[in-house]
């Protein structure tokens, strides 16, 4: 019964010890999950962050684009009203003020909608939309 008891007894430390390294392996992957975790969230923190710098730089180009767009507008108009001056004054080729007039007043009225279409893009409470905003 000797030869029993210390065979159960061994068997028992065996146990003991295999149950205790179980747990050591058990808290090394509790470490190594909190860490991964740790880092998945700094990178999910890092990727939300260029999402909003993203987000705010898209919408930066399009308050410029509506501007410039706005300007080219206008530069085309006053264009078209100083050929159709000077077809209407009799300086140079009458016909071509004319047509250089309506080539840059459809280059107005294009510019004017992408301008318009710019503006739709951007969130309501946007300053920048310009004074036609609606």
């Known amino acids: 019964m000797t030869t029993e008891r210390a065979t159960w007894e061994r068997r028992r430390e065996q146990i003991v010890q ?13 470490v190594r ?22 987000q705010a730089a898209v919408e930066q180009a399009a308050v410029a684009t509506a501007l410039a767009l706005r ?6 108009e006053r264009a078209a009203r100083q050929h159709e001056r000077s077809a209407a004054a009799g300086s140079g080729d009458k016909e071509q003020h004319e047509r250089q007039a309506a080539a840059h007043r459809a280059a ?21 939309r ?5």
């Open 18 to 30: 295999r149950l205790a390294d179980i747990q050591v392996r058990l808290d090394e992957l509790r």
């Open 33 to 54: 999950r909190r860490e991964t975790q740790a880092a998945s969230n700094e990178r999910l923190a890092s990727a939300r962050r260029h999402l909003t710098a993203s």
């Open 71 to 76: 300007t080219s507008a206008e530069a085309h």
């Open 108 to 128: 107005a009225n294009a510019d004017t909608r992408q301008a318009d279409d710019a503006q739709a893009e951007l969130p309501e409470d946007d300053d920048a």
């Open 130 to 134: 310009g004074p036609d905003a609606g």
